[in-house]
């Protein structure tokens, strides 16, 4: 293990070109620690590529990287690391591996992570960009603005304090509560939301559209097979376009007049080429939601 003294949040930069499995804690402390290890301390390749990992601490920037200095096969992944990093709450993060799981817990200032195949998980941010081909993406809390993309895997975020982009090819894509605005599109899985606090555009090919509750802005949504509905938060006015190729219209909302100065307004826009399209108040939403 590697030790660095630091008087408050540093730079985290983690390149690993090979096969690497990366974890970093964010916690209330005074130094940086880094530890590399092969992955299976009994298999040469991982020993050399846990030899070959460069550990630099540089005006308040960490780097630990590892060229792709192996050549992947479908017999050999080149070798493979594990990297555990502990730095002071607020460091930002910047990490890829070309292959792993890659894993901060913990408080942090913006954070990238980036993995060909692997699951990323990540505490609390600010800004965020994640970006995996296969697996799934978990966020507790984004404080800026989140850009995520999976290309096979649940998407899963419990918070955006801000605007949010999500891109999903194949699997469900779940966001509890969005402050800003959203945009989600998915080729093959179901989008739900729980509750939107600005625009929406929600748009899958295959699957179907959940909002549980809106109350201003522009939501759009759209499928080309499957149901949508949403629900809007008593009290607020709203305006509908609605239509369906194939399936039913519903509006569970009372008709009303313009409505006054001081209450929110939101317009849904929701079509589907196969299946129902139905709003109605949040209120009576059904069970159901993650």
Not at 178 to 185: H, I, Y
Not at 257 to 263: F, I, K, S
Request: hydrophobic share 40%; proline share 3%; net charge negative.
């Amino acid at each position: 293990m590697t030790l660095f003294e630091t008087p408050g949040p540093v730079g985290v930069r983690i390149d690993i070109g090979a096969r690497g499995d990366i974890w970093v804690g964010a916690t209330d402390r005074a130094e940086v620690t880094v530890e590399v290890r092969p992955r299976n301390p009994s298999r040469s390749l991982d020993v050399d590529a846990a030899e070959q990992t460069t550990v630099e601490f540089v005006d308040g920037r960490l780097s630990v990287k590892l060229k792709q200095w192996r050549r992947h096969s479908w017999f050999s992944d080149g070798g493979a690391v594990v990297v555990a990093v502990e730095a002071p709450i607020g460091s930002s993060l910047e990490v890829s591996s070309g292959m792993g799981s890659l894993r901060a817990d913990g408080e942090f200032g913006d954070v990238s992570l980036s993995t060909g195949v692997g699951e990323i998980r990540v505490g609390t941010c600010a800004a965020l960009r994640a970006k995996t081909g296969m697996g799934d993406i978990a966020v507790l809390r984004a404080a800026g603005p989140a850009e995520l993309a999976s290309g096979t895997g649940r998407i899963h975020v419990d918070s955006l304090d801000g605007s949010g982009s999500i891109r999903n090819s194949n699997g469900e894509t779940f966001v509890g509560e969005v402050t800003g605005d959203l945009q989600v599109k998915a080729a093959n899985g179901d989008i739900l939301i729980h509750r939107a606090g600005g625009n929406v555009n929600a748009r899958a090919s295959n699957g179907a559209v959940r909002i549980q509750e809106v109350h201003r802005g522009v939501i759009t949504a759209h499928t080309s097979a499957g149901s949508i509905d949403v629900g809007v938060r008593p009290g607020s006015a709203v305006w509908l376009g609605l239509t369906t190729k194939f399936g039913q219209v519903r509006s569970g909302l009372d008709r009303a007049d313009a409505p006054d100065d001081g209450r929110a307004t939101v317009q849904v826009r929701a079509d589907s080429s196969y299946g129902d399209v139905t709003v109605h108040s949040s209120a009576d939403f059904g069970a159901g939601m993650p």
